[in-house]
């Protein structure tokens, strides 16, 4: 560890805060703009890098992933996130047209964020997001309650440290977008060794910050992490991982660190935000579905199973279906079979072995998909869990790695089921970052006003319905993070939110809405299509600058197999 560059680096950051923090908008939408150019720029050489480090072929439909998870997303935010910056340039703050603002009977403040243009509703059919909002926020005070950092007349700036994750592209760079951006804070960007290789496209994409001394990057293992963490300079800290990786920062490790964590004593005193995981839940709401439809579903939980080879926060992690569910097994039988398709993928991260062994060391009914290697984990699905073991480890440990469990829940009807799952999640599931709820349209007329009901009941910060969560993450208008409420000694899935391109100061949680069954399927669906990694280039160039003529090439190879 190179103390002396560290200092260098934050004494850098420390001595431009206060002229980043009081910087023109105009001249920060420029920067965003640069970024954003940067970053499509070096898109092609990162994915080729991150797919020889994560052992994909090239050429490979799966390259799409490092697309999507990566550039694209990136690019998409910042485009939303101009639009947001742009109309606070013009009129002084941030505006949501009054037709896309609802309240529940309840009395909670809803915003319609998805489709954030015609584009998107031509890209997006049939998908809408919205943001909820905190009790404390009302049609009335909506608007102060947006871009707060830049209704201040003179803020004072800070140097914020950002922890990377070591899985998916985009978080990092994103991750410091939202402090320089939205908070108004330079960064420090620490990279996490798994993923260390990004580093210097990033410093690329993002070099007119650098230039100015408003960004700066970090390498190292833990121990360059906690000099950062501890550091004088560093005012707060953004962590990206898991609650143990968080524990540790705060509070120290072994039995000192138990004691303080109880105490909750802990040994920074400085704002700590962070994004941390999920046992992420799947509540298959029962109904007659087509054998296409049970293909189409299969395929949707196959892909919440293995993007990224199950490397992610919001991987499916539990299967909760009801107990006499006809379709049950017919379900299950068209999942292990989409799974064989997708066969084996690198087991990059590590750890991951031994994890995956020790949930089938713990349990009798397990279902294999594909051989172990010393460089695959088979999809593994541990089936038949009992809802009533509070200790079932499937409930409570993030596996993060291709391991899904499943339970079932007794139950009269479909209502009666999603209640019992929303208190089955709230109650017994770790974490509240993200969920997904699969129901036919037909049952959904059937469960009437109960369904909104049971989204608002669910304590996660991002629900999705009929499709993977991760469209909260990427879809940048909706926020990501935990369901607000969780304090630094319960820190479960983490504390604050990132993306948020309309800059809500208190979102409760994101909901995305999308089609039971659709054509053609969505492209992030496995197996995935022969012209993904064709498709995810031209969406990252559209997101970049739209245009009307870049949409019939999109379009094209969205139609073909």
């Known amino acids: 560890m190179d103390k002396e560059k560290l200092d260098q680096a934050l004494e850098t950051l420390e001595k431009n805060k206060d002229r980043w923090a009081n910087l023109p908008i105009r001249k920060k939408i420029d920067f965003l703009r640069r970024i954003q150019q940067g970053t499509l720029a070096v898109a092609e050489r990162q994915v080729a ?4 480090a994560k052992g994909i072929a090239k050429g490979s439909p799966q390259t799409g992933e490092e697309w999507l998870g990566g550039p694209l997303v990136t690019i998409r935010n910042i485009r ?11 009129d002084g703050a941030p505006s949501i047209p009054s037709k896309k603002i609802r309240t ?15 584009f998107d509703k031509l890209l997006y059919q049939d998908f809408v997001g919205e943001v909820w909002m905190q009790s404390e926020v009302q049609t009335s005070n909506l608007q102060e309650n947006m871009g707060v950092f830049y209704q201040e007349a003179h803020p004072e700036g800070k140097v914020a440290l950002v922890l990377g994750a070591g899985n998916v592209a985009s978080i990092g760079p994103l991750d410091a977008i939202y402090k320089l951006f939205v908070e108004g804070q330079v960064c420090i960007l620490k990279y996490n060794p798994v993923n260390e290789y990004l580093g210097p496209f990033i410093e690329e994409a993002f070099a007119p910050l650098y230039k100015e001394g408003f960004m700066r990057s970090a390498y190292g293992g833990a121990d360059v992490g906690a000099y950062l963490c501890s550091h004088d300079l560093v005012e707060e800290i953004h962590i990206t991982g898991s609650d143990k990786t968080h524990d540790a ?19 920074l005193d400085k704002r700590i935000t962070s994004e941390l995981g999920n046992v992420s839940p799947v509540i298959v709401v029962p109904g ?34 009801h107990k006499d569910w006809p379709q049950r097994e017919a379900f299950f039988e068209k999942l292990k079979q989409t799974l064989k398709e997708v066969g084996p993928r690198k087991a990059y991260y590590p750890g991951a072995h031994d994890r995956q062994q020790s949930f089938v060391d713990a349990h009798d009914d397990v279902d294999l998909i594909g051989h172990k290697s010393e460089e695959v984990v088979p999809w593994t699905l541990v089936r038949n869990l009992d809802a009533n073991n509070k200790d079932e480890m499937c409930f409570s440990t993030e596996s993060f790695c291709g391991v899904t469990g499943e339970t079932t829940l007794e139950a009269r009807d479909a209502k009666d089921f999603l209640e019992k799952a929303v208190d089955f999640c709230n ?6 970052l993200n969920a997904c709820i699969i129901l036919h349209p037909k049952t959904q007329k059937e469960i009437g006003s109960t369904f909104e009901d049971s989204i608002a009941k669910l304590r996660y910060g991002s629900v999705v319905i009929n499709h993977w969560p991760a469209l909260c993450y990427g879809m940048g208008a909706t926020t990501w993070g935990a369901y607000p409420g969780h304090t630094l000694d319960d820190i479960q899935s983490g504390i604050g939110v990132v993306h948020n391109a309309h800059m809500f100061e208190k979102p409760a949680k994101s909901v995305v ?5 659709s054509f053609p399927r969505p492209p992030w669906f ?3 299509k022969s012209t993904l990694h064709k498709m995810a280039p031209l969406l990252s160039k559209f997101e970049a600058s739209p245009g009307w003529r870049k949409l019939p090439h999109i379009f094209l190879h969205a139609l073909r197999k």
């Open 49 to 52: 890098r991150a797919m020889e």
């Open 80 to 90: 939303l996130l101009l639009n947001t910056m742009e109309q606070i340039a013009r």
């Open 104 to 118: 529940r009977p309840d009395g909670q403040v809803i915003v319609e964020v998805i489709p954030a243009d015609t």
């Open 249 to 267: 920062i705060v509070y120290g490790v072994g039995e000192e660190g138990a004691k303080r964590k109880q105490n909750n004593e802990p040994l």
């Open 288 to 321: 007659q579905w087509s054998q296409k439809e049970l293909a189409y579903q299969a395929q949707n939980v196959a892909t919440q199973m293995t993007n990224n080879a199950g490397f992610n926060c919001n991987a499916a992690k539990l299967i909760i279906t």
């Open 427 to 432: 109650d017994t599931v770790w974490g509240t």
């Open 513 to 517: 809405y999308g089609p039971f069954f």
């Open 526 to 528: 496995v197996p995935y």
